[in-house]
């Protein structure tokens, strides 16, 4: 887990579209699943803009 702003990347995925596209529909039958279950989730607020915070190359 990576907590801003002190996280650091250690590591990368690379996975091909093909791959990432089944990890998001994935997601999403999960995400329908667990909405079923327990009602929907509210998105969440959008942070502030802060250009220190984030991956850094």
């Known amino acids: 887990m990576i907590a801003p ?3 650091v990347a250690t ?3 690379i996975i091909s579209p093909g791959h990432m596209k089944r990890i998001m ?3 999403k039958k999960n995400l329908e699943v667990y909405e079923k279950k327990f009602g929907k989730i ?6 502030a803009h ?7 190359p």
């Open 11 to 13: 590591a990368r995925v």
């Open 50 to 56: 802060d250009t220190t915070i984030g991956f850094k």
């Open 25 to 27: 529909d994935a997601i």
């Open 5 to 7: 702003p002190t996280g």
């Open 42 to 47: 509210k998105p969440a607020i959008e942070p």
